[in-house]
């Protein structure tokens, strides 16, 4: 499979995959999640979540229903207010995005 395009800086790009559907010359764990590609690396949790990038260089946190809630890095920290009134019977959830310095790491 290939991907070109026709913008200036955006290289063509060709990949090839085995039999379980995955980029060859990326890794992945025994659940198919990718663990290294491109010079970074990634891991998660028993449930699949990614919680951190590059050795903890960019980490998240999830709350009980699985949305993730922070999203730390070494430049900002994103946070996720989860809006109870707008979830649905299936878990759908509405987030309202909060950013703020890296000096105010709190962990809630």
Not at 11 to 27: K, M, R, T, V, W
Not at 31 to 45: L, S, V, W
Request: glycine letters at 8%.
């Amino acid at each position: 499979m290939s991907q070109s395009s026709s913008l200036h800086d955006i290289s063509s790009l060709g990949f090839s995959y085995n039999a379980d559907d995955q980029i060859l010359g990326e890794q992945y764990d025994a659940n198919g999640n990718t663990t290294a590609t491109g010079g970074k690396t990634f891991a998660y949790d028993s449930e699949n979540h990614l919680v951190s990038m590059n050795g903890g260089a960019v980490s998240m946190v999830y709350e009980g229903d699985g949305n993730r809630v922070v999203k730390d890095s070494q430049r900002l920290n994103h946070r996720c207010l989860i809006d109870e009134r707008r979830r649905s019977p299936a878990r759908r959830t509405a987030s309202i995005p909060m950013e703020c310095s890296a000096s105010t790491k709190t962990r809630w």
